[in-house]
């Protein structure tokens, strides 16, 4: 009993010591995004998105450049599949200002939608193999750390007014999307980061519309006591193409 009550006390003291030394870095990001998905027939289509990410005071110099294609496979109107790459370059790397740092990502991806009156749901399950570039006494080195990563994201549109998903139609937007870590390098950041975004579409026309809203990206990073939460303007432009032959 005598060892187990200093076991507890020596652990509560250690838990407490990391809890006081836990920082948290608040940045201001602006996100630009271009998200296409083509249709090319009943059964296959084509996945594209574009961002542009600043790094802090919202047009302070750019943090990330994401280019991510994918082919879609579709089991109906409102379930598909999607296989893909992306590649993402993180400039300047973290702790490294001075290094940029490139990363490979295979991801699969399922994706659902719900169509309610006058609500849509949209969800995902998406896994991702990361490759990240090593870095090596300040600069770029030989190999990639490897991890997985699944993300979970749900987004939910309610029109505003009596006009509903066409042309100069306006719906408010809420979307949630939750990353976790896992394998043999991630040791204390298995929660890796959960997006909170709230904004508006404006549809163009029945199948087009521009995002714009505020997001807070709240992220454990790799050493486990340092967080960042992330302010961040958001404008998406997403764009649908179906190309199938009409009957």
């Given amino acids: 009993m005598r060892r187990f009550l200093i076991f507890c006390s020596c652990f509560f003291l250690l838990k407490s010591a990391h809890s006081q030394t836990k920082t948290t870095q608040n940045l201001e990001q602006v996100w630009l995004g271009y998200f296409n998905q083509t249709r090319l027939n009943d059964k296959w289509g084509l996945w594209l998105d574009v961002q542009l990410r600043t790094k802090d005071d919202f047009t302070d110099s750019l943090s990330q450049f994401l280019f991510r294609p994918g082919l879609t496979y579709y089991i109906d109107n409102n379930t598909k599949l999607t296989l893909g790459y992306a590649f993402i370059n993180h400039f300047p790397a973290d702790d490294h200002p001075d290094i940029s740092a490139p990363e490979h990502r295979l991801w699969q991806q399922v994706q659902w939608h719900t169509n309610y009156t006058r609500i849509r749901l949209m969800q995902w399950f998406r896994l991702e193999e990361r490759y990240r570039r090593k870095i090596s006494n300040g600069e770029l080195g030989d190999g990639y750390n490897f991890n997985f990563r699944m993300r979970y994201n749900f987004m939910m549109q309610?029109?505003?007014?009596?006009?509903?998903?066409?042309?100069?139609?306006?719906?408010?937007?809420?979307?949630?999307?939750?990353?976790?870590?896992?394998?043999?390098?991630?040791?204390?950041?298995?929660?890796?980061?959960?997006?909170?975004?709230?904004?508006?579409?404006?549809?163009?026309?029945?199948?087009?519309?521009?995002?714009?809203?505020?997001?807070?990206?709240?992220?454990?990073?790799?050493?486990?006591?340092?967080?960042?939460?992330?302010?961040t303007a958001r404008v998406f432009f997403f764009h649908n193409l179906d190309l199938r032959k009409k009957g």
């Fill in 158 to 231: 309610v029109p505003i007014g009596k006009r509903m998903y066409e042309k100069g139609a306006w719906s408010w937007v809420i979307n949630d999307e939750v990353h976790i870590n896992f394998g043999r390098r991630i040791v204390y950041n298995y929660f890796d980061q959960n997006r909170f975004f709230t904004g508006f579409n404006y549809f163009l026309n029945k199948k087009d519309n521009m995002q714009f809203g505020y997001m807070n990206l709240f992220q454990q990073l790799s050493s486990g006591n340092t967080y960042r939460s992330i302010h």
